[in-house]
């Protein structure tokens, strides 16, 4: 298995170009399952979840077409859902790609029947997916969960009032994907606002979808017989710009962030602010200067427009090299402190308890063999190994690849002493 070897102690400095959001770019792959026409898609980022997705649709019976990009990312693809001939996602895709669960909804919205596999846990938490279910039940979906899969059929959805006990994006894109088709309107109430629930709606929109309030807490679909094809650029990937964002600030860098969404960052740019870190932001670009040690700040993770949680991790590592004590509130996912640990022996100094983990700056990390536990923890542990003293070697990067395309070259062509070694 490959390793991440990196030295600790350069500056970044330069620029670098953000890629695709993956979080967007899943459910937006997934909705081509609505329509017999062609959908393309410029921008999708090269990564292991999104290569999982493509594998997935495909063994559904999706025609898949790639127009190799001379730039980065997988370059502009087209997905024609004609000929769908199963409508399973199994287990062993389901487990690596818990976002494979999207395709619930489109399934049966469109052809009455689907059986997915529940994606169980995952390293962060148990992530179940009620509220996915109750909601298409409440739809008129008849659900038995029987060996681990989720067997639903319907003659036709029809619209509900829906209400999320929790503002799942992943129960929220599911819902208004089968909503799109349904019979009647539905209303989904505390529904999720992150911007990739508002790019979905739109691509959706696009296809001929009618969908208000995508972005608030109340989203309203009208569903409709049929959806047509589209064509559509993603937006690009926010938590890759601000995972670059707390590199620059950690190594007292100075890069800019090119091809940057700022009005999808306004949480975490504030708290960079809070923290001292130098920021200038104009149009899709953002300089980020870190001068000296970041000033200790309290975070707590929210559902959108709050700090994100997918940011944490990377906070923690600003937080454990700045100049006082901070906590860390996770209210998101129950188990999302597992980089901790590994941050600690790197002599961080964090004290957890539940929910919340308390950091009190040191004055260096010192290099060591860490091994990532899950997505952007995996990230967290490259960044400390840019200011850690001496080496630190990274195992488990799988983790890494389904989210980052590319990190260590892009790291490198802005001065980080980091590269992958082939195991
Ligand atoms: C999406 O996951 C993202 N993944 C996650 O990013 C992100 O951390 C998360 O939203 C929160 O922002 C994708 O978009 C592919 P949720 P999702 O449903 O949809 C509970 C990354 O690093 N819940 O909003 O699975 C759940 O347990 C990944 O890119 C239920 O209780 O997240 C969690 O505590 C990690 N029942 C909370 O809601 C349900 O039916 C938020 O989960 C669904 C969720």
Redesign the pocket.
């Known amino acids: 298995m490959d390793k991440i070897l990196v030295k600790g102690g350069r500056r970044l400095e330069g620029e670098v170009a953000v890629g695709g959001s993956?979080?967007a770019a899943?459910?937006i792959l997934i909705s081509s399952l609505l329509t017999a026409e062609p959908c393309r898609y410029q921008g999708i980022p090269d990564l292991v979840d999104i290569h999982t997705a493509l594998k997935l649709l495909s063994g559904l019976g999706v025609r898949v077409e790639k127009e190799r990009s001379p730039f980065r990312g997988v370059g502009e693809l087209t997905l024609q859902a004609d000929r769908v001939s199963k409508m399973e996602a199994s287990y062993d895709l389901v487990k690596t790609m818990?976002?494979s669960f999207l395709v619930m909804g489109p399934l049966l919205s469109r052809f009455g029947a689907a059986r997915v596999s529940t994606p169980g846990g995952c390293a962060?938490?148990?992530?179940?997916?009620?509220?996915?279910?109750k909601g298409l039940a409440e739809m008129g979906a008849g659900i038995d969960l029987v060996h681990g899969y989720a067997e639903a059929r319907t003659r036709k959805l029809h619209g509900a009032k829906i209400y999320l006990?929790?503002?799942?994006?992943?129960?929220t894109?599911n819902l208004m994907m089968a909503a799109s088709l349904a019979d009647g309107t539905t209303a989904i109430e505390n529904a999720?606002k992150?911007p990739?629930i508002e790019e979905l709606a739109l691509v959706l929109n696009k296809m001929g979808a009618r969908i208000e309030g995508a972005g608030s807490d109340i989203v309203k679909i009208e569903g409709i017989d049929e959806l047509h094809g589209v064509s559509h650029r993603i937006i690009p990937d926010r938590?890759e710009a601000g995972t670059f964002m707390v590199a620059a600030a950690l190594t007292r860098g100075d890069i800019v962030v090119r091809g940057a969404r700022p009005d999808h960052l306004d949480a975490f740019l504030l708290k960079l602010r809070e923290a001292g870190v130098g920021l200038t932001v104009a149009g899709d670009e953002i300089r980020v200067k870190g001068d000296g040690k970041a000033k200790s700040v309290d975070i707590t993770t929210l559902?959108?427009p709050g700090f994100?949680?997918?940011l944490q991790a990377q906070m923690m590592v600003l937080m454990s090299v700045s100049d006082g004590v901070s906590m860390i509130t996770e209210t998101?996912?129950?188990n999302r402190f597992m980089h901790a640990q590994e941050l600690s022996r790197m002599g961080a100094d964090i004290r957890l308890e539940g929910n919340r983990a308390i950091i009190k700056g040191v004055e260096s990390l010192s290099g060591a063999p860490v091994m990532a536990t899950?997505?952007?923890a995996s990230v967290s542990l490259v960044l400390a190994g840019l200011v850690a003293t001496g080496r630190t070697e990274i195992s488990r990067i799988y983790h890494l690849d389904r989210?980052y395309e590319h990190i260590e070259k892009k790291l490198s062509n802005m001065g980080a002493d980091i590269q992958r070694i082939k195991g």
């Open positions: 993956k979080n899943l459910p818990r976002a962060i938490g148990a992530r179940p997916v009620n509220l996915h279910l006990d929790v503002p799942s994006v992943g129960a894109e999720a992150e990739e938590i559902p959108y994100p949680t997918d998101i996912f129950e899950d997505l952007r989210g």
